[in-house]
């Protein structure tokens, strides 16, 4: 942030879903529907490997709850819905980091998205303890050289004499979100209902920039409910500010 009134985004935002793989396929099957009646007004059996691919951004449906005509945010509100009824349903896990970016902070967004991996990581295997279970992490792709950066503290861990991670299946892969239900569906609980909340929620804090809207709590306070029971964990979603990222605090 290097000033105030900057186009940057204010806030960063790094979660993910833990997902049972008992019910992998009937939320992705879910999801496809959820998201064939938003395009479509109808599901469409016949088509759900090529609506699978069809990807359906999160701030796409943020920009409809914040701009569009009411029957656009209706119906943005309606998917939103459905798709956290049907987390909620299969229970899923939201664990993740809300970063508050300081003004005039030297901020190094690598060694912060690594560390929030690293804080996903060992809340999400806490669950694997206690569910005597194994997993494993998919992150969204985003380019070898930052991808390598971000496994490596976690693979090394699991490589370690004492395995720090022993239920993890493998260190953290990759995946590409345009073939990939799980990081399509992390993407709108991120970009649609997080980013709004935490900029409404860290107002006073963020500097004036094209990002913040006076109404976001309005449109988006009624998730906060649903977003909780995710979080049944009630340390897995935290935020920090990017200049003290060692101090967290519940972001819900």
């Given amino acids: 942030m290097p000033a105030n009134n900057t186009e940057i985004q204010p806030v960063l ?15 992705g099957r879910q999801f ?6 938003y395009l479509y007004g109808e599901s469409r059996p016949n088509s759900r490997h090529e609506d699978a691919l069809n990807e359906l951004k999160g701030a796409e449906l943020r920009r409809a709850i914040r701009e569009g005509i009411k029957a656009e945010a209706d119906k943005a509100h309606k998917l939103a819905h ?7 349903a299969h229970g899923a896990e939201l664990y993740g980091q809300v970063i508050i970016k300081v003004t005039d902070d030297k901020f190094n967004g690598t060694r912060l998205y690594a560390e929030a991996m ?19 992490i998919v992150a969204d792709f985003r380019g ?7 496994a490596q503290p976690i693979s090394l861990a699991m490589w370690e004499q004492k395995n720090t991670f022993p239920r993890f299946e493998l260190p953290p892969t990759f995946g590409n979100s345009n073939s ?3 990081l399509q569906i992390a993407d709108i609980i991120i970009s649609t209902l997080l980013m709004p909340l935490a900029l409404a929620k860290f107002y006073e804090q963020i ?19 649903r977003l909780k029971a995710l979080c049944r964990n009630g340390s897995s979603l935290v935020a920090v500010q990017s200049n003290y990222p060692d101090i967290a ?4």
Avoid: C
């Avoid at 993910?16 to 939320?27: H, N």
């Avoid at 070898?144 to 971000?150: A, D, H, L, M, R």
């Avoid at 605090?249 to 819900?252: G, N, V």
């Fill in 13 to 27: 935002i790094i979660a993910g879903l833990a997902l049972p793989k008992e019910a992998l396929d009937s939320i």
């Fill in 32 to 37: 496809i529907k959820i998201k064939q009646q």
């Fill in 82 to 88: 459905q798709l956290l009824e049907t987390l909620i």
């Fill in 118 to 136: 690293m804080r996903i990581a060992k809340n999400y295997h806490q669950l694997l303890d206690k569910e005597l279970s194994n997993g494993l």
């Fill in 144 to 150: 070898s050289e930052i991808n390598g950066k971000v």
């Fill in 180 to 182: 990939h239900v799980g």
């Fill in 207 to 225: 500097p004036e920039s094209k990002h913040k809207r006076s109404d976001d709590l309005q449109h988006f306070k009624r998730y906060q409910k």
């Fill in 249 to 252: 605090i519940k972001f819900l």
